[in-house]
DNA sequence: CAGTGGTCTAGACCACACT
DNA sequence: GTGTGGTCTAGACCACTGC
């Protein structure tokens, strides 16, 4: 067991027994007192394992290597590289399962059918609403609106791909959506390549693009429909909708997908827990 | 240091290392094969500190006592006692300050003015809106709506204490709040008390009544404001609001409160963060 | 300085899944 | 049985706080 990592330098973190000079930080000025610029040894092997997941070393659904191989790679012990996985596996980044082993998350096979879809039937089991019915509307390649490719980080000159779909439970339409990607990590994305699909979005994203979603955040309003959206979801003009405009990020937190949903509430609600 | 704990009957946990049918369900018949029932030591400990928590005998803001004179309590290793610690940490129960110990969390004295309001301005920093300025509207005791009750786990007779209050951000109206208290826990609430106080809800109900919220769930829907909601908030009937319902619980999952607030949101919105 | 939480190690054993 | 993650211990040392 733990045999030679191939084609591994030496990654061994800094020793934290030594003196302080010799931390990360050694070469930082003696004037900056404002980084207190520490950090315990599992944080470093949490970046060591982001940047290998980042990296594509291991695939979303792949098995990570044992806590005893990374603790042999990276000359730690296994209670600090257990530590640094159980900080990833909080982050949902990893799913950890007893006897089996360590394991990239993933979008596809997931027991739950959208991850960060908080939409749920008033009454009824969860899952009672069944499979959402998807019709995409358009799907096109423009040079975005300043907003947009300013919250995704881009200038404002730089190519987009636009999708607006919609989708249905049991026939009757519920959710507008309106989706903006960056172009170029997303190219050969195409209203073909959408209607073939079947798993969720992020799923697709994974396979056919290596984009991971790993985190959003969403803002809520309550709007009146417009026009459009009153004719695409078979509401009144003015009808009351919830507006939810999700940022979605990558690993390190760069952002790579604005999402603005509009929802009917007469029947379902957005679901949400707070501690 | 670790002296004896007064008046402290000997709460050491089942024996880890011991058979397992000498663990805490040596009781259960033989043939009750469908609760696997193994709980880990920390997990106890977790119990026996929430229980503390429950009883009182750490009040909020209180410092609990040290990593190892609750492992000498329990008889356990400091390591185990940290494990259970994390997790009620988590959970919001409990706060650690390095250096000086391990805290019971509290509403009151908490940066953040309200724990559970996620409601922030479109623009600015997230506290540019200042401080909210409350108005109540009415606070009356009646026998609840058969819907309200049963969300309380009441009876449909029992008492309850309504409220309805506007909060108001640099003088526009931005949220009415209905909110529904079990009777008895609250006995003693009036509007006096609610008017002459100044801080957060949350935190007179931990100073006054010795009710401390730990979690909520709450399910939000667009809605068009009906004549009363629209006279209390300056819009127009049927303008869009965001309904926000409420439900709050104390220790052990009990439920405590149930409020319904409708958010203006042309200048603010619900903020949520997903991963 | 002493007391607290925070990190790290090394080794033991348990629970679970596969073969 | 073997290999995986999960729990528990005992002891060492580090970092922060306040006397």
Redesign the interface.
């Known amino acids: 067991m733990a045999p030679a990592h191939p084609s591994q330098p030496d990654l061994s973190p800094v020793d934290h027994r030594a003196p302080a000079d010799t931390l990360s930080v050694a070469d930082a000025p003696a004037a900056a007192l404002a980084t207190p610029a520490f950090s315990p040894l599992y944080q470093q092997i949490k970046s060591l394992i982001l940047r290998s997941l980042q990296a594509g070393e291991w695939k979303p659904g792949d098995m990570i290597p044992s806590e005893f191989e990374l603790a042999a790679r990276f000359r730690v012990s296994q209670g600090t590289v257990r530590k640094a996985i159980d900080e990833l596996a909080?982050?949902?980044l990893l799913v950890r399962r007893q006897g089996k082993g360590t394991f990239v998350a993933t979008h596809a096979e997931q027991h739950i059918q959208y991850r960060?879809l908080?939409l749920l039937p008033?009454a009824g089991m969860p899952d009672a609403q069944g499979p959402a019915e998807r019709r995409i509307i358009e799907c096109r390649r423009l040079r975005g609106p300043a907003e947009v490719a300013r919250q995704l980080d881009l200038r404002g000159g730089d190519s987009l791909v636009q999708i607006r779909r919609v989708l249905s439970f049991s026939g009757a339409p519920a959710i507008l959506e309106d989706i903006w990607l960056p172009g170029v990590p997303f190219k050969g994305l195409s209203l073909e390549t959408l209607s073939s699909d079947k798993g969720p979005m992020y799923a697709l994203f994974e396979a056919q693009f290596g984009v991971r979603m790993?985190?959003?955040?969403?803002?809520?309003?309550?709007?009146?429909a417009d026009a459009d959206a009153a004719a695409l979801l078979g509401v009144e003009v003015?009808?009351?909708?919830?507006?939810v405009?999700?940022l979605a990020f990558t690993y390190n937190d760069v952002p790579m997908e604005l999402r603005r949903g509009l929802?009917r509430?007469e029947t379902r609600?957005?679901?949400?827990?707070?501690?």
């Not at 609600?269 to 501690?275: G, I, V």
């Open positions: 909080t982050d949902n960060f908080r008033d790993v985190r959003a955040v969403e803002k809520l309003k309550a709007v009146a003015g009808h009351p909708l919830l507006s405009e999700r929802y509430t609600h957005y679901h949400n827990e707070l501690s």
